[in-house]
């Protein structure tokens, strides 16, 4: 909440502050008034003020116009800074304030007051789609400056599934490799993983337990819309050494973890 605010705050005249942290916004103040330290906001007996206090400070700014919050990486916040966008949420009929929260997929370790904002039965939620073919080949035109033959993107949208982050990651992999994005290169694109997306994907799977990475593999390897009981068979029968094959196929696994 601090980060969400500071700059406002910072950049604020005293009067403009005065009003802002006026009658019940009083507690927000040492959260994230600038040159003060942050409060300690552990135990249940001490937050239940300070987003009382955040909420007026919202309050006080819907004054003289509407505000527009806007949260990214929502994934990566403490949890007190949770909390208080799952206690805003729920009077937002109150007051004229839009609130738009951007986070990844949920995981399996997601926090609580994480969980509890998106199960909010008010929360409208969207979930982009994937990017068409020929999005995806104007956004690869972007990445590269100049034209992309269509059997080109055609590759890349099929080994990327329209991911916007897979197809930018690709993109990289490609400007490394000095790939042109002609159609003569197409068979080239499946024979590239991009090494941070391994790496992540790797890193993911590792958190969700032993054999996880393994059953990922099998599925990358029987293609999307396999059955998990197929996968699960040919898990079984793969050898433990794997970490070359896993970086190999991480775009796929990737691709086929979102199907299962």
């Known amino acids: 909440?601090?980060?969400?605010?500071?700059?406002?705050?910072?950049?604020?005249?005293?009067?403009?502050?005065?009003?802002?942290?006026?009658?019940a916004a009083e507690p927000a103040r040492p959260l994230i008034a600038p040159l003060e330290p942050a409060a300690d906001t552990r135990g249940g007996d001490s937050?239940?003020?300070?987003?009382?206090?955040?909420?007026?400070?919202c309050a006080n700014l819907t004054t003289t116009r509407p505000l527009a919050l806007f949260i990214d990486?929502?994934?990566?916040?403490?949890?007190?800074?949770?909390?208080?966008?799952?206690?805003?949420?729920?009077?937002?009929?109150?007051?004229p304030i839009l609130l738009v929260v951007a986070l990844r997929p949920v995981e399996p370790e997601a926090s609580?007051?994480?969980?509890?904002?998106?199960?909010?039965?008010?929360?409208?939620?969207?979930?982009?789609?994937?990017?068409?073919?020929?999005?995806a080949r104007q956004m690869l035109a972007a990445r590269t400056g100049g034209a992309v033959e269509p059997r080109f993107?055609?590759?890349?949208?099929?080994?990327?599934?329209?991911?916007?982050?897979?197809?930018?990651?690709?993109?990289?992999e490609l400007?490394?490799?000095?790939?042109?994005?002609?159609?003569?290169?197409?068979?080239?694109?499946?024979?590239?993983?991009?090494?941070?997306?391994?790496?992540?994907v790797a890193g993911r799977l590792r958190r969700l337990g032993p054999g996880a990475d393994r059953l990922a593999e099998a599925i990358a390897i029987l293609g999307d819309g396999t059955s998990l009981a197929n996968a699960a068979a040919l898990r079984a029968?793969?050898?433990?050494?794997?970490?070359?094959?896993?970086?190999?196929?991480?775009?796929?696994?990737?691709?086929?973890?979102m199907a299962v």
């Open 112 to 135: 609580v007051p994480l969980l509890a904002l998106l199960a909010d039965p008010d929360a409208r939620v969207l979930q982009p789609r994937a990017l068409s073919e020929s999005a």
């Open 175 to 200: 400007e490394e490799s000095a790939i042109q994005p002609l159609d003569a290169n197409a068979r080239n694109v499946e024979t590239l993983a991009p090494q941070r997306i391994a790496k992540a």
């Open 237 to 257: 029968s793969r050898s433990r050494s794997r970490s070359k094959r896993l970086r190999r196929c991480a775009p796929q696994i990737c691709s086929a973890m």
């Open 47 to 57: 937050i239940y003020p300070r987003l009382h206090g955040l909420y007026w400070l």
């Open 73 to 95: 990486d929502a994934h990566w916040a403490d949890a007190p800074s949770l909390a208080f966008l799952g206690f805003l949420g729920r009077r937002l009929e109150e007051l």
């Open 153 to 172: 993107a055609r590759a890349c949208h099929r080994a990327t599934g329209g991911n916007p982050f897979l197809l930018r990651e690709l993109a990289h």
């Open 1 to 23: 909440m601090r980060q969400l605010f500071d700059q406002l705050i910072a950049g604020a005249s005293e009067e403009q502050r005065r009003d802002w942290f006026s009658g």
